[in-house]
């Protein structure tokens, strides 16, 4: 059984330049939250998707946005690419409100130059 | 101002010490869980704790989640080189209109020895 998959696993990208990063739930999951990751940090909370709708939303401007599809996988998109962007950008899914816990995919690392 | 607090944050010990992690908040949660994250990877999901005063064991590793429900404890018995890794803990709260949002402490990067 595959559990989260996320796409691209590296990616180089320029000040200003647009980015797209994609994620594929663990099947049977229904709920994907996104999260940034600065090295040697916890995770920090972007926003969480639930019904082909942001559910809930963290502390992140608006450059930051995202999309969920109806078999569940979901994209996240950052605009106006800043150097503080760089980061390891994690997709977790979960159902029946997390309560069991998430399970998270291996991140893509986003390095803006 | 963080809402889980965790410490230490970092830990270098030698094979065979115990050692405890320590995550806090002044909040109560759903459910309390600890993940371990290896370098580039993400995070894994060790255990959840749902009940004030629960106790799990997952080998070595004891965990422990507060009667208030505000704070948890991990504590590794004689420690193994397979044990380093970052560890995080995460408190799942409602956040309203139905929906649960999972907070993480910093983490504790720990270093066992060999």
Redesign the interface.
């Known amino acids: 059984d595959a559990g989260?998959t996320q796409s691209p696993t590296h990616l180089i990208k320029t000040r200003g330049q647009q980015v797209t990063l994609r994620c594929s739930p663990k099947s049977g999951h229904d709920t994907v939250?996104w999260?940034q990751q600065a090295l040697?940090?916890?995770?920090?909370?972007i926003f969480?998707y639930?019904e082909e709708e942001e559910?809930?939303r963290?502390n992140f401007p608006d450059r930051f946005s995202g999309h969920q599809f109806p078999n569940y996988s979901s994209e996240l998109n950052v605009n106006a690419l800043l150097l503080g962007d760089s980061a390891l950008y994690?997709c977790?899914s979960s159902r029946d409100?997390?309560?069991?816990?998430?399970?998270?995919?291996?991140?893509t690392?986003l390095t803006v130059v | 101002t963080q809402l889980l607090e965790q410490s230490p944050q970092f830990l270098s010990i030698q094979e065979g010490e115990n050692l405890t992690v320590y995550c806090n908040s002044s909040s109560v949660f759903s459910s309390l869980q600890w993940y371990r994250q290896e370098p580039g990877e993400g995070p894994v999901l060790l255990v959840t704790v749902v009940t004030g005063g629960e106790v799990k064991k997952l080998k070595r590793l004891t965990f422990q989640f507060g009667d208030a429900r505000k704070d948890s404890s991990l504590h590794i018995t004689a420690a193994q080189p397979g044990d380093t890794g970052l560890y995080l803990c995460a408190g799942l709260k409602y956040s309203g209109a139905g929906s649960y949002q999972l907070t993480f402490g910093k983490g504790t990067k720990l270093s066992v020895i060999p």
């Open positions: 989260v939250s999260y040697g940090q916890g995770p920090q909370f969480q639930y559910r809930q963290g994690l977790a409100r997390g309560i069991e816990g998430y399970t998270f995919g291996s991140g690392r």
